[in-house]
C-alpha cells in the first residue's frame, strides 16, 4: 500500500482491528497465528500486539515458518542461550525476515529451501488438533492472494473451520465477496425450491446455470490469479472458480464477511462478526434448535465479549430457552464483574431473584468479595452488612435496632421500651427486598450502572435515590473521589424530576407522598432524608414548598393573608374568628390495617398494653391545613371514651380556635419577633437612659487617671519613657449610690430565659453524647451568636457588680459590644421574608470572601502603617495605643480621607520623601486596586449565587419551619411558664411514668417530625405512581445521555477516520480537477503557439 488513499485504509483498519482484538483479549486467552515472515499481514498484527495498553492481558502472536524460508535462520540454529534477531531484510530469494513482535514461532522443517509447504501442512494440522479438541477457531482474510483461496477452500471444505473475510480489502477477500452475494441473489428462491427439490435433474441445472453465470461476471484468469502466490510457487493449473464456488455452493454456513467499506464499522462490529461466525459453525443448519451445552458455551461467549443483542437475536430466541439453562452463576459473575446490561437482560426474563437469595448469607458473600469483613458476634448476615456498612455512611438516618427483628434485645419493662418495641413490626422484615438490599450494596461497592438497574427495579425510588445520596457523599469525602459527587448529582436529579412529575400529575397524592412514614426505610420521609441528604434542589421544588407552607400556617386557612394575620395577632381575641380548615385527616391517612400495631396510640395503659384508643374530635379540628397532610406522633389526648358524637358550642369552638391560632408556627413566629423587638427596645432604653454606676465615682469619669496621663503625654514633646500608674481607690471612696433600675432587672430576667431556651434546644437534641450534642448545636452560626451574647451580657452584669471604678466602664463597653450583636441577631429573624431571605444568603457568601480580603488589606495597612508612623513619630514608648494611631493613620486613607498628607506636605527632607513615595503607592494600591478586587470578588459571588441564592433560602425556610414547631408555645421572658410545664411533664412522664404525661411527652418530642401513615390501598397508589414515573425518567435519562453521546463535538476514532476518508476523496478529486485544468491549459498553449508560427509565417509571404 503506497498511496495516500491506501494509507488511510491501512491506518483505519488498523484501528479497528485492533479495538476489536483488544476488548477480546480482556476477557478471553486470544492467540493469533500468522505466517511469521515479516509481510504486510505479520507486521500488521505486530502493530496490534505492540500496542495493547494491558500488559496483564497479553495477546499471543505466533508464526509458522518453514524453516528454509527464514532469512538468517543459522542465527537461531542454538540451543540454551538467547539469541539477538536483527534480520531486516531477506539476503537471499524465497527467503523473509522473522516479524520482531511474535511472541512464539514455529519452525517445520523438511529440509527443502525457500518452500512453504511443510509450514502450510503443518499450520493446517495445528488448526485441526485445535477443532477437534472443542477450541474455538477462526480464519481473518485480510486481501489475500491465491494460496489464501487454496487455505480458505482447505479450512471451509475438509476442517469445517469458519473464515472470515474483509469485504473491501481487495484479493480473494473481493472475489469471494462478490461471488457469495450473486450467488444467493442467483438463487432461487425457498417456495420455488420447495416445488423443485423431487427433481434432481432440474436442480443439476439450475445450479449448472448459476455456476455459469458466476463464472462469466467474476472473469477469473487462472494463470494471472496463480502468480500473486506469496509463496512463489509455480502454477499448477489450479482452478480457481471451481475452488471458490465449492465453497460458496456446498458451505457457505462457514463463509462470513465484514464490510470494510461501510460507514459504521467499529471494533464492536469485528467482534460481533467473530462471534456469528463461530455461532454459524457450531449451529447445524439442518436442526431446528442448538443443544443446551451449545447454547451455553455461546452464552459465555457472548457474555465475554460483551453482545448482548447477539445473545438475543441468535442464541435465546424463545422464552423457554431461558428456563432451560442454569444461569446462576452467570448472574454471579455478572454481579461482580458489574455488566448491568447482562444482569437486566436475565431479570427481564424471569430470573429466579428471590431464590437466588433466599439465604442471606449470599449478600453477605457480596461484600466479603469487596474486602470487607465483619463481627462474628453481630446477629444475622443482614444485621451484620447494616451495622457495619451502611450505618456509618448513613448517620442517625438508619436505626439498625429499629429495623430488624428485636428478639435480641432486652425485654421491654418501662413505657419507653414498650413504645420504642412497638415501633417496629417484626412482620415487617420477615421477608427482604431483595432488589433494595442488591441496590445498596451497588451503592456502597460503587458500582454505578447496577445500582440504577435494582434502583429501576425496587420500590421506594425517591428514598433509595437519597440513600444513595449520602452514601456517595460519605464515599466522595472518605477516598476524596469526585465521581461520587458527580453520581450523587444525578441520583438527586432521578428523584427531583420523579417529584415534579408526581406533583403535575397529582398534587394532592404528592404532598401526602411527601411527609409519609415509609416503612421500608425505617419509617424515614422524603422530606427527612431530602434535608440529610442537604438537596436543595428537592426542597427548593413547588411540591415540598406548598407542603412546608401547610405546616407553617397550622390549622390556618392559608389564604387568610398577611395583615389579617398580624391583625389577629395583635388583637388577640379577633384570631378566634379567623377561617380554618375543617376536613379531618382520617379520611386520607388513618391505617386501617388490622396488623398494624398502635403506633400512633394516645394513651398507655400497662396492664391492658393493646387496647384500642380513640381519638378526640378537638384534635381532629385542630389538624387543619396542613394537618390534612401532616400528622404528628402521639398527637392525641388521652380520651378513652369516644366523643366523634359530640356536639360542641359555639364558645369551645371559639376557645379551641384560639389554641389552635396560638399552635400554628406562623403565629410563633409572629410573637416572637414582637418580643424580640420588645426585648431591643427595652435594652436600647435601659443602656441610653436607665443604666445607672452602683457606686460612687471619686473622679466622676471613667478611667480619668489614665486619660490624664495621655493628655499630659501628647502635650509634651519629649519621648522618654513614662511610668504608667494606675490609681486604685479605696473601699471607702466606693460608696453605694442606688440599686439596679427596674427596667435592668426586668432585662437580665429576659435574657436569662432565653438562655434557658438554649440550654433546652440543646437538650433536646436526639444524640446520647453530651459532646455532640454540643457540637451539633453550636455548627450554626446563630446560635454560636445567641452564646456569645448571653455570655456578654452576664460577664457585664457580673462585672458591674465588682466593686471597683472601672467595673462599671468595662461593664457598659461590654454592653455596647452585646447590644450590636443582638440588633444583628435580628437578620436571621427577618430571613423568613421571602424578598429578604435570598439577599441575606447574598450577604453571607460576601462575608466570607470578605474574611480573605480583610487579610490583605491588613498585610497593606501594615505595610505603609508602620514606617509611615515611625518617620513621623520616631522612637516612642510602647503603648497599647500605637496599634490604634497607625491603623488611624492609614486605613481612613481608603475612603479619601488623606491624614499622612498633611504631616508630611511641608517635609522636604529624606524621611519626607520616603513617606511621599510611600504614600502614593498605598494609595494606588489601596484605593484601586484593592478596592476594584473587592468589587470584582462581589461581582463573582453575586452571579455564582443568584441563581442558586433562592434554593438556598428555601432549604433554610424547612430550618425556620422545624424551628418554630418545637419552640414553646409563649415567647420570652413569659417561656419559662412552657419550661416549667414541661419539666414537670417529663418528671411526671420518666421518673413516676405516669402515661397521660408521657403521651404529652412523645407529642412534644414529636411536633417537628412531619409525618403522616397511610392505608395499604394509599401506599400501593404512591408506590405505583412512583415506580411509573421513575421508569420514564430513568429512560429519559439514558435518552438524554445517548444523545449527548451522538454530539458532533463528541466523535470517536472510526467517525474521525470517515472525515479523513472524505477529506482523501475531496483531494483526489481536486487534484483530478487540477490536471485537467493543466491538460487544457497546455492544449491552449500549444495551439497560441501554433497560431504564432503561422502568422509569422504569413508575414514572411507577404
Known sequence: MGSAKESFLRSKLLLIFREGLLKIAKSTDLRIVTAGSNSRIAKFFGEIVQTNPD????????????????????????????????????????????????????????????????????????????????????????????????????????????????????????????????????????????EVSSDESILAEENELIKNKLRHSLRIVDIDLAKTSCTNAPPDGTDFFELIYECVHKQNKYLNFIDFQGNHISGDSVILSILQALFKANHDNKASRMSEEQRREQLYLAYEWKQIDFVKECIMLYDQDWKTIDLKDLFDRALLDDRADFLQLLLDHDFPLNEVFENNDKLLKLFENESFTFNDEINGPLRAIYQRMIQPMLGHVFQVDAIFDPDDQPTCNTIRSFYSAQKSSPSMFSEIDVNKELFLWAVVTGRKELALLFWTRGRNKICAAFMAVLIYKSKAQLEKACKYLKWAEEMEQLAVEILERFYLANPHKCKQAIIRAVRDYDNVTWLQLAVMA??????????????????????????????????????????????????????????????????????????????????????????????????????????????????????????????????????????????????????????????HPLYRFQSGECFAEDENHTA??????????????????????????????????????????????????????????????????????????????????????????????????????????????????????????????????????????????????????????VPTYSLLHGVEAFSWHIPRKIINLAYWDIFGEVQALDDIDKDYGLDGYVMFFLLVAYSTIASILLINLLIAMFSNTFEVIHNDADYIWKFQQYALVCYQSRRPLFPPPLIFVSHICRLIVYIFSHIFETSWFYTRYMKQKTRAKFKIRVNAALTKQIEAIEDALGKEVYLFSLKTSRTQLNQPGVASEEQKYQIQAIVFDRMKTFENRIQSLQHQQEHIVNHLEYLMVRSTKSAGDQ
Not at 652 to 668: I, R
Open 534 to 691: 442537604e438537596s436543595k434542589l428537592f426542597i427548593g421544588k413547588a411540591a415540598v414548598q406548598d407542603v412546608l407552607t401547610d405546616i407553617w400556617y397550622g390549622c390556618i386557612d392559608r389564604h387568610v393573608g398577611y395583615l389579617r394575620l398580624i391583625g389577629s395577632s395583635i388583637i388577640f381575641p379577633f384570631s378566634g374568628f379567623l377561617p380554618f380548615v375543617k376536613k379531618p385527616i382520617e379520611e386520607d391517612v388513618e391505617s386501617d390495617e388490622s396488623d398494624n400495631i398502635q403506633e400512633q396510640s394516645d394513651s398507655f395503659d400497662p396492664a391492658t398494653a393493646l387496647t384500642k384508643f380513640y381519638i378526640p374530635k378537638s384534635n381532629q379540628e385542630l389538624a387543619l391545613g396542613c394537618s390534612s397532610l401532616v400528622r404528628y406522633q402521639f398527637d392525641s389526648e388521652v380520651n378513652p371514651i369516644s366523643i366523634k358524637n359530640r356536639r360542641k358550642t359555639g364558645i369551645s369552638v371559639y376557645f379551641e380556635n384560639l389554641s389552635t391560632f396560638l399552635h400554628a408556627p406562623c403565629v410563633k413566629y409572629l410573637y416572637n419577633l414582637y418580643s424580640y423587638l420588645i426585648f431591643l427596645t427595652l435594652f436600647s432604653y435601659v443602656f441610653l437612659c436607665d443604666y
Open 712 to 865: 499630659n503625654k501628647s502635650s509634651s514633646n519629649t519621648t522618654t519613657t513614662t511610668t504608667l500608674t494606675k490609681v486604685t481607690p479605696k473601699r471607702d471612696d466606693l460608696l453605694i449610690d442606688r440599686r439596679p433600675a427596674v427596667t435592668e432587672i426586668i432585662l437580665i430576667i429576659w435574657v436569662f430565659t432565653l438562655f434557658l431556651e438554649e440550654i433546652r434546644q440543646m437538650k433536646t437534641k436526639k444524640i446520647d453524647s453530651t459532646r455532640r450534642k454540643l457540637q451539633m448545636h453550636f455548627s450554626t452560626f446563630w446560635n454560636r451568636m445567641d452564646a456569645l451574647s448571653i455570655t456578654l451580657f452576664f460577664t457585664a452584669c457580673i462585672i458591674r457588680f465588682l466593686p471597683f471604678q472601672q467595673g462599671f466602664c468595662i461593664a457598659r463597653a461590654i454592653l455596647a459590644v452585646d447590644l450590636s450583636l443582638w440588633f444583628i441577631r435580628t437578620l436571621d429573624i427577618f430571613s423568613a421574608v421571602k424578598r429578604l431571605g435570598p439577599k441575606l444568603v447574598m450577604i453571607g457568601e460576601m462575608m466570607y470572601d470578605m474574611s480573605f480580603f480583610m487579610l490583605i488589606l491588613a498585610l497593606v495597612i501594615l505595610s505603609f502603617g
Open 55 to 194: 500488559p496483564t492481558r497479553p495477546i499471543r502472536l505466533m508464526g509458522f515458518t518453514s524453516w528454509g524460508c527464514v532469512s538468517g535462520h543459522d542465527i537461531l540454529d542454538v540451543q540454551g542461550t538467547d539469541v539477538v534477531y536483527t534480520k531486516l531484510t531477506s539476503d537471499a530469494k524465497g527467503e523473509a525476515p522473522l516479524e520482531p513482535n511474535h511472541t512464539h514461532f514455529v519452525f517445520p522443517d523438511d529440509g527443502s529451501k525457500h518452500k512453504h509447504t511443510c509450514a502450510i501442512q503443518y499450520r493446517a494440522q495445528f488448526e485441526r488438533n485445535l477443532v477437534d479438541d472443542g477450541i474455538p477457531v477462526l480464519v481473518v482474510v485480510i486481501e489475500g492472494c491465491s494460496d489464501a483461496i487454496r487455505k480458505v477452500h482447505r479450512s471451509v471444505v475438509q476442517d469445517g473451520i469458519p473464515v472470515l473475510l474483509v469485504e473491501g480489502t481487495g484479493g480473494c477477500c473481493d472475489l469471494f465477496a462478490k461471488c457469495y452475494h450473486l450467488y444467493n441473489s442467483y438463487k432461487l428462491k425457498p417456495d420455488i425450491c420447495d
